[in-house]
T-cell receptor
Framework: EAGVAQSPRYKIIEKRQSVAFWCNPI?????LYWYQQILGQGPKLLIQ????????DSQLPKDRFSAERLKGVDSTLKIQPAKLEDSAVYLC????????????FGEGSRLTVL | GQQLNQSPQSMFIQEGEDVSMNCTSS?????WLWYKQDPGEGPVLLIA???AGELTSNGRLTAQFGITRKDSFLNISASIPSDVGIYFC???????????WGAGTKLIIKP
């Protein structure tokens, strides 16, 4: 069974530029999560989708971050414009449904903002 | 907001030693999970716990859901080099709540 796929693995941009990350969850998983992980910290939830609907985006900085999961399968997270403090690993995870806390994570996309 | 206190922050151990780490919350949880993260990878689920007092093993790993429902423990017996990594606890008060994550315990094996 294929795992959660993410791309790109690494991205370096200058502040005020934009960046997009892509995630393809495990087939059949209805719930998709985007987490931000700053070095030395645990993951912080940015947004949770159930199929193509947003369940929770309370911690998403909506002035600069956006995410979509239009067809209820893969998802894109965008940052525009990026700030220095956005340097982090962006982790995508999926689960069969929202009732379980058993998440399957991708390898992450490491963003460096200069 | 709710917080998880995970300790210790890091551990230096000899190969073959047993390891213990724990997590405490400020409120009652109905789910506790333990994940491991290797460098450059995403976290991987090790053990999930759903009932107070539950004790679950996964190979050399054993985790317990505390009776008070405010804590959980992870033990690793006879550590080996591949146990190196960061262990995260995560929990939540109910299925309609988001997971709350600890800051992680970094396990380092002394050469």
């Amino acid at each position: 069974e294929a795992g959660v796929a993410q791309s790109p693995r690494y991205k370096i941009i200058e502040k005020r530029q934009s960046v997009a990350f892509w995630c393809n969850p495990i087939s059949g998983h209805a719930t998709l999560y985007w987490y931000q992980q700053i070095l030395g910290q645990g993951p912080k939830l940015l947004i949770q989708f159930q199929n193509n609907g947003v369940v929770d985006d309370s911690q998403l900085p909506k002035d600069r971050f956006s995410a979509e999961r239009l067809k209820g399968v893969d998802s894109t997270l965008k940052i525009q414009p990026a700030k220095l403090e956005d340097s982090a690993v962006y982790l995508c995870a999926s689960s069969l449904d929202r009732s379980t806390g058993e998440l399957f994570f991708g390898e992450g996309s490491r963003l460096t903002v200069l | 907001g709710q917080q998880l206190n995970q300790s210790p922050q890091s551990m230096f151990i000899q190969e073959g030693e047993d390891v213990s780490m724990n997590c405490t919350s400020s409120s009652i949880f109905n789910t506790w999970l333990w994940y491991k993260q290797d460098p450059g990878e995403g976290p991987v689920l090790l053990i999930a716990l759903y009932k107070a007092g539950e004790l679950t093993s996964n190979g050399r790993l054993t985790a317990q859901f505390g009776i008070t429902r405010k804590d959980s423990f992870l033990n690793i017996s006879a550590s080996i080099p591949s146990d190196v990594g960061i262990y995260f606890c995560a929990g939540r008060p109910g299925s309609n709540y988001q997971l709350i994550w600890g800051a992680g315990t970094k396990l380092i094996i002394k050469p």
